[in-house]
């Protein structure tokens, strides 16, 4: 394979904590992974030059909570929260209704339109979760989709407790057992919405730990709607994450901090329910680290843009612009424990967006606009 320089970066934030950001940079790609990076003018050369014009050069961003594969819409719900309804999550049952009368190839498709559309905003990893099939075979076939489009498929099979369960110990004892079994050979990751009105601690305990013992790696729906166990509970499970984390204690916060668990903000969630933002701040000065996803559904989220959750997250979360930046990228990875992803640092697998502006800031400066002008996708254009 060819290698290629990017050359003339005006900025190049590279996600390594040693030399985050170098300006006036280049860039070499050879295999699909970085090889070198420094000084524009003293690159070792290489077989290509892209010329980024003085642009900035980030990593591409890693997207570790979304729920893509599903069908219908819900416009009335958020109209109707726009003028004052409260987000309670009881419309996930519309969509589970809409999810299980769709055919594969229309869940495929609309999962497919999705994810290009994260892709032309600079996502390059994207983690998928089911949760509106709620049957075996539809959490099977929606987690069978997702696999189709990423290796980090999450199973949410305890989204809530569908109305045609006989009881909700009878639907976790499916979730458990023969939901579980069907559908962990599609999926690296077990999750569960630990809430009033979902799932108490008890429950979230016995699904997570009958995913881990099927092999998945636990991450857990917390403190989204109220205070509650779900943060605690990551943390005593050694969960990758805990997301949400709208409403956490000082105790919640201090758990998540010792059990290094990574605390995944989602401020589109906000935003669409107009709901109080979670003080990134907070966490950050507590030593847990953040990342940001867009939680990309039908219901309480459904924006597919990381520059939008950016900008947000400077706006109303307390994050600098840089913070949210590192979020987005290696905050993400770190979510999903990926080590390959989230920064441009040699070996690291070469996702990278060239940004049509002269620095990462313009991000939250210039919200709203279109910013990412090239998507490269293991040292290939994407976008
Ligand atoms: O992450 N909290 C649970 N799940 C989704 C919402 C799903 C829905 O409303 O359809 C979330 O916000
Ligand atoms: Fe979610």
Known sequence: MTSTV?????????????????????????????????????????????????????????????????????????TARMSGERYTAGGIRTTVEATRAATVPELAAGTAALVAEMLAQGTTTVEIKSGYGLTVEDERRCLEI????????????????????????????????????????????VDVFCERGAFDADQSREILTAGVKAGLLPRVHAGQLGEGPGAMLAAELGAASADHCTHLTDADVEALASAGVVATLLPGAEFSTRSPYPDARRL????????????????????????????????????????????????????????????????????????????????????????????????????
């Open 6 to 78: 990017f050359d003339r970066i005006g900025l190049l934030y590279t996600g390594d904590p040693e030399r985050e950001e170098v300006a006036g940079a280049a860039l070499v790609v050879e295999d699909g992974r970085v090889v070198w990076t420094g000084r524009a003018g003293d690159d070792p050369g290489a077989d290509e030059r892209v010329d980024v014009g003085g642009r900035c050069v980030i990593p591409g961003f890693v997207d570790s909570h979304a729920h893509l594969v599903f069908a219908g819409d819900r416009t009335a719900e958020f």
């Open 146 to 189: 997702a696999r189709g489009f990423t290796d980090e498929t999450t199973y949410l099979g305890a989204h809530v407790v569908p109305p045609d369960a006989a009881s909700a110990d009878d639907y976790v004892r499916t979730v458990t057992g023969e939901m579980l079994t069907a559908c962990a050979p599609y999926a690296r990751w």
């Open 284 to 383: 950050l000065e507590a030593g847990v680290t953040v990342a940001l996803a867009t939680d990309c559904n039908p219901g309480s989220s459904f924006t597919s843009s990381m520059p939008f959750c950016v900008a947000l997250a400077v706006r109303e979360m307390g994050l600098t612009p840089l913070e949210a930046v590192r979020a987005a990228t290696a905050g993400g990875a770190a979510a999903l424990r990926r080590t390959d992803v989230g920064a441009l640092t040699v070996g690291a697998r070469a996702d990278l967006v060239v940004l049509d502006a002269p620095s990462y800031v313009h991000l939250a400066y210039r919200p709203g606009v279109p910013l990412v002008l090239q998507v490269w996708k293991g040292g290939r254009r994407a976008v």
